[in-house]
Each structure stands twice: as structure tokens, then as C-alpha cells.
């Protein structure tokens, strides 16, 4: 039996200005790096999320990268990361022959814990380190409780690098989440809620420090009418073409908002009188664009089924989930860096699972994966 259209994650979603962007790249002639629609872009960017600048840039992991070796991160420095995120937001920091300490998460908005990251300071100063930032997540599209975690870096003297890649569109207290560090990191690869098929930005009140950004991004190339050059530079600029694509992205970012949020609406409608699921916690304070809609499954209350379980069913039903992400103090290539925390990271990949939440799912596709996720609950563990 053939099996139905796959529903997919989190697939691309165009609005319909985005070709008409890149005609004028290609009727223009501006298909390398940089140009009009990069410029545009970085301004729309800034007047979007209200940061005084901005650099557009290949990818998130280029502008964390950046964001990085402007705050000083060098070789043997250590830098203070959340545990429980994907691990662009981590590898970074060792380009730098720097060294990670993570961070667990606090229950709440799953993103990283103030007082875990109190300890860790304490305990990693005490051991004689030389800690130089705070690379903070917003996971999923939730606003981490980065009020509180600012003035720890503050009074600790940390830039706090937000990686903002999953939450463009959110807030904390009004405030675009990016926008409360020395730095803010954003993602636009194909998955997320906007794209410019590949690509990143930095944002920053520092101008002097975007200047840099962008220096350093053009493989760092004096004014010289020859090829030379006094530092170490990468090629991370987004070109023009992608820059149009984003340029069309940004015009219907609002909505994409919206249709995200319905999306969570749904599936927390449709199953709040499941015993043994609960989702991620919204504060007053926070406005989340809920990049992906996510649920925890908690087997002592569901009769033992599991977040493999509904995962491996909905596999069946050609409908894509996928686990939490597995904190990177578990990842084999961090398993040797520091941990502060109590497991609470631990227990949350054990249990969540991302549903499909893409903008362009229609009703039918909702129906299709609630209904799965449902049939799920009625199976004894042994038959799925």
C-alpha cells in the first residue's frame, strides 16, 4: 500500500515576493556577495527587531563564530554554554581552541538555568578559569529568562551572545529576543520560520563591532588595491541572490508568526486531556514565535508509552517527528567538557518530541498528525 504525502517538520514556506528579488539580482547583474538586496536586507533586519545593526552573513554558526572572536575568545578561554540546544551553538567555540561549560536547563522555558549558571561561574573561577561569555539559547522559539541571566553577566563582567536562530519573531517583556545581548545570533536555513535557503545573522548595538564583523567576514581584506591582509578573515558574507530571498521572507514574517502559533494552538487544544503530556511554558513576560510545536511524554502517567513510541508511529504514518534536542554534555565529541546542572536537560530529551509545525500546514495535515499522535495512545507499547 502506497503510503500518503510525507508531512514534513518544518518545511520552507515562500510568500510570493522572493522570486521577484532575485529576477532584480540576476537582472541587475549582483550575484556575488554583497549588493542592494544585502544592504536592504541588514535593514530590514534592524527594523524588524529594533537592533542598531546588523550583518548578513552564510549562516547562524558563521555569525556565532564571529560574534566569538569579537568578544575576545581565544585559544584556552573558556565560554559558558547552554547544554540543551543543537550544536552549532557549541562547535563555535571550539574554531576558537576555547573550551565549553555547559549549562543545564531550568523546567520552565527549557532554556538555560540562572542558577546553574551562578554555580558554574563559581565553581569554574575558583578552579582558575578564564571565562569570557555566555552563549544563551532561545530554544524552540522560546525566550529564555535572559533578564535574569543579563545581569549575571553583568555583574560577572560575561558578554552574553544570545543565539537567537529559533526565535526570530519572539519577545521577552516587548523586546525582540537577539536584541538583549552584546550580541544576537539568527538562523535562516531552510527550516526555520523564515529562510534565505542558507544563512545567518549578527546583530548588535555596537557598530564599530558590525563594522568589524564585516570586515572580517570579506576574508578580512585591507584597503589596499592589491590582495592583503593583517588578519585572519573567513568568507561568511551572504550573497545578493540570498539576501533577496530574505529580503521577500521578511515581508511576511508576521504571519508566519501567526500561522506557528495556530499551529501550537491546535495540538495544545487537541490534546490537553491526555494524561502524561504537557508542552513548553509560555510566561507572561514572553511572546514565543513556537518555531516548533513540542511535547513532553511522561510514560508513568501514559500507561508506558514513550516519546519513541508516538514517534516511531507517526514514522509509520509517513509523518515527520523528531527527539529533543540531545544535550551536547551527552554528545561523544563534548563528553570530556564540565556540566552544572541536575538532569534536568537529561529528562527533557529522554521525553520531548517536535511535531510538525511548519506555516504551510494545511488543515488536513494537522488532522492527519493529530489523529496519529492520538492512535499512538491507544496501542500497548509492544504493538507499535
Known amino acids: ?10 518545511s520552507p514556506h515562500m510568500g510570493g ?35 542598531g545593526y546588523a550583518a548578513a552573513l552564510t549562516s547562524g554558526t558563521a555569525a556565532l563564530h564571529l560574534a566569538l572572536v569579537l568578544s575576545g575568545v581565544q585559544a584556552g578561554h573558556e565560554v559558558l554554554c547552554q547544554s540543551f540546544t543543537f550544536s ?10 576555547a573550551h565549553p561549560v555547559f549549562i543545564d536547563s531550568e523546567p520552565d522555558t527549557w532554556n538555560m ?12 573561577r575558583e578552579a582558575g578559569a578564564d571565562l569570557k561569555a555566555v552563549v544563551l539559547v532561545h530554544l524552540y522559539g522560546m525566550p529564555a529568562k535572559v533578564g535574569e541571566i543579563k545581569a549575571i553577566c553583568q555583574q560577572e563582567s560575561l558578554v552574553l551572545i544570545e543565539d537567537a536562530a529559533e526565535a526570530l519573531g519572539s519577545t521577552y517583556k516587548g523586546r525582540p529576543c537577539g536584541t538583549f ?19 545567518g545573522a549578527l546583530l548588535s548595538d555596537n557598530e564599530v563591532a558590525i563594522q568589524k564583523a564585516r570586515f572580517l567576514a570579506t576574508q578580512a581584506r585591507d584597503p589596499a588595491p592589491h590582495y592583503q591582509h593583517s588578519h585572519i578573515g573567513y568568507n561568511y558574507r551572504l550573497s545578493n541572490v540570498l539576501a533577496g530571498i530574505g529580503r521577500g521572507q521578511m515581508e511576511v514574517l508576521p504571519l508566519r ?7 501550537f494552538a491546535f495540538y495544545a487544544d487537541r490534546f490537553k486531556d491526555i494524561a502524561g503530556v504537557s508542552f513548553q511554558y509560555e510566561g507572561a513576560d514572553s511572546f514565543s514565535n513556537r518555531w516548533l ?7 508513568a502517567l501514559t500507561g508506558g508509552i514513550t516519546r519513541e513510541h508516538i514517534r516511531l508511529h507517526l514514522d509509520k504514518q509517513n509523518i515527520e ?8 554534555h551527552m554528545q561523544p565529541i563534548f563528553a570530556q567538557a564540565p556540566f552544572v546542572g541536575d538532569g534536568t536537560a537529561e529528562r527533557l530529551f529522554a521525553n520531548g518530541l517536535c511535531l510538525p509545525s511548519g506555516s504551510n500546514l494545511s488543515d488536513e495535515d494537522l488532522e492527519r498528525v493529530a489523529t496519529a499522535v492520538e492512535e499512538a495512545f491507544t496501542l500497548i507499547p509492544a504493538a507499535i
Open 88 to 97: 552549532a551553538s557549541a562547535n563555535p567555540i571550539a574554531y576558537l581552541g
Open 17 to 51: 515576493q522572493e522570486q521577484a528579488y532575485v529576477a532584480d539580482a540576476f537582472a541587475t547583474n549582483w550575484i556575488a556577495p554583497l549588493g542592494p538586496h544585502v544592504d536592504g536586507f541588514e535593514h530590514d533586519l534592524c527594523s524588524f527587531t529594533g537592533a
Open 113 to 124: 538555568s540562572p542558577a546553574a549558571l551562578r554555580q558554574a561561574i563559581q565553581e569554574r
Open 181 to 199: 545581548g552584546q550580541f544576537g545570533v539568527l538562523s535562516f536555513n531552510g527550516n526555520k520560520i523564515i529562510t534565505t535557503s542558507g544563512g
Open 321 to 328: 517527528s523528531r527527539p529533543l534536542w540531545k544535550p551536547m
Open 257 to 263: 508568526v501567526e500561522q506557528r502559533r495556530s499551529v
Open 293 to 299: 510545536s513540542c511535547l513532553l511524554i511522561d510514560p
Open 1 to 10: 500500500m502506497a503510503l500518503p504525502p510525507k508531512i514534513w517538520l518544518s
